[in-house]
T-cell receptor
Framework: SQTIHQWPATLVQPVGSPLSLECTVEGTSNPNLYWYRQAAGRGLQLLFYSVGIGQISSEVPQNLSASRPQDRQFILSSKKLLLSDSGFYLC?????????????FGDGTRLSIL | AQKVTQAQTEISVVEKEDVTLDCVYETRDTTYYLFWYKQPPSGELVFLIRRNSFDEQNEISGRYSWNFQKSTSSFNFTITASQVVDSAVYFCALSEARGAGSARQLTFGSGTQLTVLP
């Protein structure tokens, strides 16, 4: 069966520091991968999605970036965090076979910027 | 532009009551998919159901049921005989086709916080 791992679960970072969140998927190949952000008390905002290695599409201009160095690895990064980057970050995957496969989410990372 | 509206921000019910969570969507696509997700306090999103735009048959899964009405662009979710463990934020989402490959991007509603009191 497929599983998705996301770490760290919780992160507290000072303003201006770098960021690296990692997500890996097991049990499937060539998945579509997604990064979402959920601000407190609000819905989910799609940040990036990827259909293959090295292929990244950005939905929202910001100081974040994403990379997919391997088929089942998706990384969210920032060179300098802002206070507004605080939130709950979720990684998700969906199958590339067929159409409209449901997205399956990791446990999320709670990021607090001080 | 695609849009999903969950007008109910918060709902509180007493255990064993039935509760319906509303979802209204907007899309220009003739083919689309609708989803419901559950987000318990622990934070992860749990996939509950997917429904395509050509299938208006209502679906029941245990205490959960979904009513899809294309004429009113609604995809409502009913929990029968609610339990405390049903307490969570529930999200309705709509998929659209955009970009390369088969990636389907979800447009989420703002969520409904359901609290089931013992």
């Amino acid at each position: 069966s497929q599983t998705i791992h996301q770490w760290p679960a919780t992160l507290v970072q000072p303003v201006g520091s770098p960021l690296s969140l990692e997500c890996t998927v097991e049990g499937t190949s060539n998945p579509n991968l997604y990064w979402y952000r959920q601000a407190a008390g609000r819905g989910l905002q799609l940040l990036f999605y990827s259909v293959g290695i090295g292929q990244i599409s950005s939905e929202v201009p910001q100081n974040l970036s994403a990379s997919r160095p391997q088929d089942r690895q998706f990384i969210l990064s920032s060179k300098k965090l802002l206070l507004s980057d605080s939130g709950f970050y979720l990684c998700a995957w969906s199958g590339a076979w067929g159409v409209n496969q449901p997205q399956h989410f990791g446990d999320g990372t709670r990021l607090s910027i001080l | 532009a695609q849009k999903v509206t969950q007008a109910q921000t918060e709902i509180s019910v007493v255990e064993k009551e039935d509760v319906t969570l509303d979802c209204v969507y907007e899309t220009r696509d003739t083919t689309y998919y609708l989803f419901w997700y559950k987000q318990p306090p622990s934070g992860e999103l749990v996939f509950l159901i997917r429904r395509n735009s050509f299938d208006e048959q209502n679906e029941i899964s245990g205490r959960y049921s979904w009513n899809f009405q294309k004429s009113t662009s609604s995809f409502n979710f009913t929990i029968t005989a609610s339990q405390v463990v049903d307490s969570a934020v529930y999200f309705c989402a709509l998929s659209e086709a955009r970009g390369a490959g088969s990636a389907r991007q979800l447009t989420f509603g703002s969520g409904t916080q359901l609290t089931v009191l013992p």
